[in-house]
């Protein structure tokens, strides 16, 4: 990697200008350029605003290779490619409705320049090139001085290095890359990333367990979950949480105020009705999310994160819509810190699910770039919930490394195998997810637990062949390792329980291929084995079809 081209970008009081030198009037940049490593640091004299940071690397892609761009959160969809692929998100027919609405604050497309040319492609934090067996992993080893971009420009036989420095002006010295470039099989590379950023393997054991979100939504109450909690316990599985999701509070963001209609003896009955089952009690909040109508907005309308202009960061369209608190203001984050102990130590929940946490950093802000605020929210809510567990969700990657101890890496399950994405990558698709569990599976163990989502195997509300519901369990139990359910196990027949037996067994999996068939691109196979005994899985990712 040390020969590679230099341009920026950049801008002094009102006057911009464009270079590839290493040296202009207005700063020096010092570098260290290896095959293996490159770090650029910038020194300035007076401060300096960056447009646009990137190197040019060349690299010779062949016609066999599969290419592999981490997305930008949890949400956004990403799996190996082929170089002649051709990405379908954000085509010119989808992007004037993903630009004009809240869709796009999810994403990156506020702030990435969308290739829409086959060949061309982009991604956070990490990529790699794998040829068979071998891999070629180019990983940043700091976001929290801005998010690294790495974009494969597969016809032009180049990789791009782009870090996202808007927001902050640069007076001193500011360290602007720090990548690794590290070559051998997965787990070689893997493991060397990992020491390299100094964050332990994951000690977290695997979990089984259920949520309520996927067949009630929001529309749950204090029978509900008291009736799916009694079926559960009464399953001859080890079975370890039960996590109550969204819709046990008045509002996104007024995080005490409890429903009282649908949880009339409060949520710690509920934790204690959980612990007596012998499970551990979980629950999901947004916690810098605050609806529209929420007190919590209301009361304190300095707390909400804020363009320069003044107006509030519209950061989604769920619940009608929400604002994201800004955690740089004291009192918003002794508010923040308040209810995370109310939850934890007066309810005595076990598990908080944290959810849209890419609300944190949702602009610059602060003379600080997003990646900063990212990694910077993630340390503010490890310190929060302290010795308690985080499944982490919406997120960023790379901020949550070593930061959580489970983490999504996919899109939310949809109810049918093929759900309408409007080319918005964040959004809810069996398809996507599972191509995420599959293709994130290097993150297992490393950086954190995965979570693939949930499986559901019941009739009712369900709009996958069982067929299909086998499949997502599958891809669930070899490469995830927060096994979910959504379903009230009480209503299973025969055929459902076998199935939910067999995933909820912590069996000794190996997964050693798995990958799309260069004949049949929308295919996958995938070797692994069980408990020392050799396996083949194979399914059609288009069609929701088990290949025999």
Request: proline share 4%.
């Amino acid at each position: 990697m040390e020969k590679f081209k230099l341009f920026v970008e950049y801008q002094v009081a009102k006057t911009t200008y464009v270079t590839n030198l290493f040296e202009t009037e207005h700063f020096r940049m010092h570098c260290k350029a290896f095959r293996d490593h490159i770090k650029l640091t910038m020194q300035t004299p007076v401060p300096v605003r960056i447009h646009k940071l990137q190197i040019t690397i060349p690299y010779t892609f062949d016609r066999d290779d599969r290419l592999f761009l981490n997305g930008y959160q949890s949400w956004t969809d990403c799996r190996e490619l082929f170089v002649d692929d051709k990405p379908s998100y954000l085509q010119p027919y989808f992007k004037p409705f993903i630009m004009a609405s809240s869709f796009r604050s999810s994403g990156d497309y506020t702030f990435t320049k969308y290739g829409t040319r086959a060949g061309y492609f982009h991604g956070f934090s990490y990529a790699y090139v794998r040829r068979n067996e071998q891999y070629d992993l180019f990983a940043s080893l700091c976001e929290r001085t801005g998010y690294t971009v790495f974009r494969f420009n597969c016809p032009e036989n180049t990789i791009t290095v782009e870090k996202d420095l808007d927001g902050i002006a640069i007076d001193g010295e500011y360290d602007v890359l720090d990548i690794v470039n590290l070559q051998g099989t997965m787990d070689e590379v893997f493991d060397r990333w990992f020491t390299l950023l100094g964050i332990p393997k994951a000690t977290a054991p695997v979990r089984n367990g259920y949520t309520t979100w996927y067949n009630y939504y929001p529309n749950i109450n204090e029978k509900i979950v008291t009736d799916d909690l009694e079926a559960l316990s009464k399953v001859d599985a080890d079975i370890d949480i039960f996590q109550i999701d969204d819709g046990y509070q008045t509002n996104v963001g007024d995080w005490l105020s409890v429903d009282p209609k649908k949880f009339p003896c409060g949520m710690k009955v509920i934790a204690d009705k959980i612990h007596q089952k012998g499970m551990q009690a979980g629950l999901w909040l947004a916690p810098f999310g605050a609806q529209y109508m929420s007190e919590v907005a209301k009361a304190h309308p300095d707390w909400i994160i804020r363009h320069p202009n003044g107006k509030p960061v519209r950061c989604g369209l769920n619940w009608g819509g929400f604002y994201a608190l800004d955690i740089e203001h004291p009192e918003a984050r002794a508010y923040i810190r308040n209810f995370f102990d109310v939850i934890l130590n007066d309810w005595g929940y076990d598990l908080v699910k944290l959810d849209f946490l890419y609300a944190a950093a949702i602009i610059p802000n602060h003379g600080k770039t997003r990646g900063q605020l990212m990694c910077e929210a993630m340390d503010f809510l490890r310190e929060c919930v302290g010795d308690k567990q985080i499944l982490g969700c919406g997120v960023p990657l790379f901020p949550a490394f070593g930061k959580v101890e489970y983490c999504r890496i996919g899109a939310d399950m949809g109810l049918r195998w093929n759900c309408p994405t409007f080319s918005h990558r964040e959004n809810v698709s069996t398809i996507n997810t599972l191509g995420n569990t599959i293709f994130r599976r290097a993150l297992d163990g490393r950086a954190f637990r995965n979570d693939p989502d949930v499986f559901l195997l019941r009739e009712n509300n369900m709009h996958c062949t069982f067929e299909q519901r086998e499949i997502i369990a599958t891809v669930n139990k070899l490469f995830g390792s927060v096994l979910f359910t959504s379903d009230n196990v009480g209503d299973y027949n025969t055929q459902q329980m076998q199935l939910l037996l067999k995933t909820f067994a912590k069996d000794d999996i190996q997964v050693q291929r798995a990958e799309f068939r260069p004949s049949a691109r929308r295919i996958i196979d995938i070797d692994y084995t069980e408990n020392g005994a050799q396996k083949h899985f194979s399914f059609d990712m288009d069609k929701g079809k088990i290949i025999l």
